[in-house]
Each structure stands twice: as structure tokens, then as C-alpha cells.
């Protein structure tokens, strides 16, 4: 399943996924399964939803398992795959990597799922946060932890060398987005 990250630095804290309900592999995914009739279920709750209500950062967050997991391709743990109405189908590829430590859409999502939290990124050590007892996201730099061969790095400086181990891999491809404005 691909994703559109902005953060390759938390990729070894992503310990779920989730697609829009409206991408194409959840009907596949779920046919004939036992999910199915509630997977169809909430992708019909999520058609009444305007976009501002489904990606508001505020709102409760809600969501079902498909039933199956992805293997996350730096830690080859298996993450359970959820589908979402905060995921949209036009935003990137329709698909979230979740890592609750360093996003809070991620974090309240895994609190309300209980789902595993492993944070990756580390504050200075004169910080008062305490990245293994998170009370919300921590999204700030700072170096990383929980990454093998990146640990005791800056996450700024790690990046790119994850990308270039994620391009060298064939696990990625790196992208520029850009946009333009007019008056």
C-alpha cells in the first residue's frame, strides 16, 4: 500500500495504517469476510460527512479494522489496517501511516483503537516531556530513538538518509510538492 509521508524520519513509529474509506483496496480486502457488512456499513456513515467535519483535528476520531495487517517495511512488525473518515482519498494516496507519538490525528486515533504508541523522536534532555508516558503528540525536532541504525541522530539530518536507504531499498521514492498561489 503506498503512502505520501512528510515525516520519513517517524516511519520505525508507524504501528498502524488507514485508508480512506473510499480507496479502492478496502472492498477487496474485505469481501467476503466478516468484516464486510460493518466495513460497508461505516463507508456509508462517512459518505454523509462534509470534509471539514471528517478532517477537523478536534473531533472525536473514528474508525474500523478491515480485518487485515500491512507489514511496516523498516521494522517488518505487522500493524493492524484500519479504514478512517480523518483519511481522504484525495489528500496524498489515500493512505495514512499511523505514528501516534509524533501526530496528534495518529495519537488520538491509537488512544481511542489501543493501539501501540512507540515514540521515535526524542526532545533535548532539559525538555519536561517524556516521550514514553505521551499525553499527546510530540512533534517537534529532535533525535531519534526506537530506529536502529538512526538512533542518537538528529531526526533533521536522519531524513534524508532514510530516504536515500528507503529509495535504495526500492521501498521509495522520493517527491517535491509544491504549490503556487496567484492573486
Known amino acids: 500500500i503506498k ?4 515525516r520519513p ?7 498502524f495504517m488507514v485508508l480512506a474509506p473510499e ?4 472492498d477487496e480486502i474485505v469481501k467476503s469476510t466478516e468484516y464486510e457488512n460493518d466495513v460497508k456499513a461505516y ?11 471528517r478532517t477537523a483535528v478536534k473531533k472525536e476520531k473514528s474508525g474500523i479494522f478491515i480485518g487485515e495487517y500491512a507489514i511496516n517495511p ?8 484500519f479504514i478512517s473518515d480523518y483519511v481522504m482519498m484525495d489528500y496524498g494516496t489515500g493512505a495514512v501511516m499511523g505514528v501516534p507519538a509524533h501526530d496528534q490525528r495518529d495519537f488520538d486515533f491509537a488512544k481511542k483503537f489501543n493501539l501501540d504508541i512507540i515514540p521515535v ?4 534532555k532539559d525538555s519536561k516531556i517524556d516521550v514514553n508516558n505521551l499525553t499527546e503528540a510530540f512533534q517537534a525536532e529532535g533525535i531519534m530513538i526506537n530506529s536502529g541504525d538512526y538512533n542518537g541522530m538528529d531526526n533533521s539530518k536522519a531524513i534524508p538518509k532514510i530516504i536515500s536507504e528507503l529509495k535504495s531499498s526500492g521501498l521509495a521514492e522520493p517527491k517535491v510538492q509544491s504549490v503556487s498561489y496567484t492573486h
Open 74 to 81: 523498516v521494522t517488518n512488525s505487522e500493524i493492524p489496517l
Open 23 to 26: 480507496h479502492p483496496l478496502v
Open 121 to 124: 523522536i526524542e526532545p533535548p
Open 43 to 53: 463507508q456509508k456513515e462517512c459518505t454523509n460527512k462534509s470534509e471539514m467535519e
Open 3 to 6: 503512502v505520501y509521508t512528510t
Open 9 to 15: 524520519d517517524t516511519i520505525y513509529g508507524t504501528t
